[in-house]
């Protein structure tokens, strides 16, 4: 679906049974009533094409209420038709301009689309104005309150006022558990995931979003990966639990289940630069260099303004041997450089570069702009070790630079080899 992910549509009413509204439409083929209302059952059961076409049909036979437009609208989003659902959400709001619901949904429309979430701001208020008491018109109003204003204590409270409203609101108490991880309330974060699968044991997103909460913050990799399996089950298509699950796999040494995982990921979501990289990464993990950058040309091809893929294609070619190959992998950080200026990958990438060409100044500079960027970068601080012990004839700077090396990864077993082959400090270095 190309329908905005940030915000929460209203949720269809429960209508008659499907055959009793094919029963009264067979014998009133223009009864609007029995087409609208098969229309939003139809959207519930994620048909889509069929629903559209019976809204039309209930349009077609006289409905212009601003029930049919607003469904109609949403319909359009949910099949990429922008400017056509906002032409609907329009005709809604001049049908009746108190339909609280196209208010929220022509908001969703111009924040989730056009990213405008000063005018999403103006219509959500209208439409908390008309329905004060509307569920999804207060989680996208605290959405709104987050990416607009970044005020997360408003975005918690509209989000917890619409869960009174609607306590099965799935998307507002996903939402919640993530802001109370951005406040780092773990264990409150941890219990609004589960209660989310409690309630919505078949939401994807909801599996998902606690695979990502096991793997990073519980380091439960076991858990993390019976969740993104379960959003799979769920949604075959849904290409990041395909990508985290492969990443998990290849951390744990199942290369080739993590790369069937990432190959899924890239079929059903080619999009993603994240997901080339990772392939890409793998690839080279097992020596197969030619592959790596058979698939990262295609993606430069796709997405040539993306920094990330040149990055990742110069470092392919830098794992290769001979000048050719060095001038490509240079020519590639370069690229990236010119496209993302705080590129870490290409930045670490040019400095060692820089370190072989002898040009020993810019590569310090390139390393140092590096973990600026990203403090945790600890192949920068190690290629700034090296280059202060070689060629700098600091020892100084270079233990200094090998211990964040090790902070960063305590397993980088040649900075740990590189620091011990210093000669003892003159004096107690304080970190």
């Not at 060692?352 to 702009?369: N, Y």
Request: glycine content about 6%.
């Amino acid at each position: 679906s190309t329908q905005s992910t940030w915000g929460a549509h209203e949720q269809a009413p429960e209508p008659e049974e499907e055959h009793s509204l094919r029963e009264t439409i067979q014998g009133l083929p223009e009864h609007t009533v029995a087409r609208l209302h098969l229309g939003l059952l139809l959207e519930k059961s994620q048909r889509f094409a069929e629903a559209e076409e019976h809204v039309v049909a209930a349009q077609q036979a006289g409905d212009h209420s601003a029930a049919a437009r607003n469904t109609l609208g949403r319909l359009r989003e949910r099949r990429g038709a922008i400017e056509e659902a906002h032409i609907e959400y329009e005709g809604a709001l001049k049908a009746d301009a108190k339909y609280a619901r196209a208010y929220n949904n022509l908001a969703l429309l111009i924040g989730g689309h056009y990213g405008d979430f000063m005018a999403a701001e103006r219509h959500l208020r209208m439409a908390l104005r008309c329905d004060s008491k509307l569920p999804e018109a207060h989680a996208n109003f605290g959405m709104v309150m987050l990416h607009a204003h970044r005020d997360e204590e408003a975005c918690e409270r509209e989000l917890r006022t619409a869960l009174t409203l609607n306590p099965d609101l799935t998307y507002a108490r996903l939402q919640l558990a993530f802001v109370l991880l951005s406040k780092q309330q773990i264990p409150a974060a941890e219990l609004a995931l589960r209660e989310v699968i409690r309630r919505a044991p078949s939401n994807a997103a909801a599996h998902y979003a606690l695979g990502l909460f096991l793997e990073e913050n519980a380091e439960d990799d076991e858990g993390a990966e019976q969740e993104y399996r379960a959003a799979i089950q769920c949604c075959p298509g849904h290409a990041p639990a395909h990508n985290n699950l492969g990443m998990l796999l290849y951390r744990q040494r199942r290369a080739a289940e993590g790369e069937s995982e990432l190959r899924s990921a890239l079929h059903y979501n080619k999009r993603d630069p994240y997901v080339f990289c990772n392939l890409a990464t793998m690839l080279v993990s097992q020596k197969r260099p030619a592959e790596a950058r058979e698939l990262l040309e295609e993606a430069v091809k796709l997405h040539p303004q993306q920094g990330l893929l040149h990055a990742h294609l110069g470092m392919v070619f830098h794992t290769m041997e001979g000048p050719e190959a060095r001038a490509a992998a240079e020519a590639h950080y370069t690229a990236a450089l010119k496209l993302e200026e705080r590129c870490v990958d290409a930045l670490y990438g040019l400095g060692r570069i820089l370190i072989t060409k002898g040009e020993f100044d810019s590569a310090e500079d390139h390393l140092t702009r590096a973990v600026t960027i990203l403090p945790g970068h600890g192949s920068s601080y190690s290629a700034l070790g090296m280059l202060y012990q070689k060629h700098k004839n600091d020892p100084e700077g270079a233990r200094i630079a090998y211990q964040r090396a090790l902070q960063c990864n305590p397993n980088d077993q040649r900075a740990l080899e590189a620091l011990q082959s210093l000669p003892e400090p003159s004096s107690c270095l304080l970190m």
